[in-house]
């Protein structure tokens, strides 16, 4: 642990934009960039004019920005990651759906109303309680006229019927509930293939997606940076070469997210309206090699086997 403390001063806007003047960061139009670093804040786009810092001779970074470096040039980024944001969570969304969907069908029809508060349902080294109890939290808490109607009408609250309670399930409770569910196929039970098919996806790889879209998701609800990010929760690797370097460079960046979220939104009406979206916001970033290099993306992305 360092024995430094922190001192640096809080500045006025004023003094920040002379501060990144100071190093060597252009501005067209001050008065409007002082207005955006009101409205965005000097910290959190810092992240964006990052990669512009320049390096020494022996590759480490510096606190001097490179030649020509705009300040326009950051919002243009932080504006593209803002908009890739609302699209990936749109598609998360979308996908959340189909598998709450998929979940409380199955469950229903194969165990009941109640089958998800039976852990005789649920494997053996699945915290069921844990995880119920945390459902039905939720329940307690939830102001939705669906829940107080049934809790004015109905014994047992806070259990209440698998269909009403996927409506108050965050993705990682269905994550987490869709991991504890059994798997025997040598006794017949396999409640996760049931569901991972709806994807023509192995009941495994459905699983491993679902935890990385539950970190994914989270990233992008508390709008924080996604383009270039190295994902700290990222998909297993897979033997598919489709999936896997020259085709596919890398398993922890962004393009990896957006060709899952396309296989997952084949069963969807929109899938393709979506990926059109995204591409079109991609195209302009993807002409230049380092921006590329930071979302993952092959050379010639748009003709990869798993996006057209």
């Not at 899938?271 to 079109?280: K, L, V």
């Amino acid at each position: 642990m360092s024995d430094i403390f922190y001192q640096k001063p809080a500045l006025l806007f004023s003094e920040q934009l002379e501060h990144l003047k100071g190093k060597g960061m252009i501005f067209v139009d001050p008065t409007r960039a002082l207005n955006q670093l009101a409205c965005i804040s000097y910290y959190r786009l810092s992240g964006y004019w990052y990669p512009f810092r320049a390096r020494n001779e022996h590759g480490i970074v510096t606190s001097r920005f490179e030649p020509e470096t705009h300040f326009d040039s950051a919002i243009a980024l932080y504006e593209f990651d803002r908009k890739l944001r609302a699209l990936v969570l749109d598609a998360i969304e979308r996908v959340e759906v189909v598998i709450r969907t998929q979940f409380t069908y199955h469950i229903g029809h194969t165990y009941g109303a109640f089958g998800h508060a039976n852990a005789q349902n649920f494997h053996s080294g699945f915290n069921h309680q844990n995880w119920l109890k945390k459902l039905e939290d939720e329940a307690s808490r939830s102001s939705d006229e669906f829940i107080n109607h049934y809790q004015r009408k109905y014994k047992g609250f806070p259990t209440i019927p698998i269909w009403m309670l996927t409506e108050v399930m965050s993705l990682g409770a269905l994550s987490f509930g869709y991991m504890g569910l059994i798997n025997d196929q040598k006794n017949g039970v396999e409640d996760k293939k049931a569901i991972a098919q709806q994807f023509n996806l192995h009941y495994k790889r459905l699983g491993d997606w679902l935890h990385t879209l539950t970190y994914v998701r989270n990233i992008c609800a508390h709008h924080s940076r996604l383009w270039n990010r190295e994902l700290a929760i990222r998909p297993d690797k897979v033997k598919e070469h489709t999936w896997r370097p020259p085709i596919t460079p890398t398993n922890n960046r962004i393009f990896y997210i957006l060709l899952m979220l396309k296989h997952l939104l084949r069963v969807t009406d929109n899938g393709d309206i979506w990926a059109n979206s995204i591409s079109e916001l991609l195209t302009p970033f993807a002409e230049q090699k380092r921006w590329r290099v930071a979302m993952g993306l092959p050379e010639n992305w748009q003709d990869h086997p798993l996006w057209k």
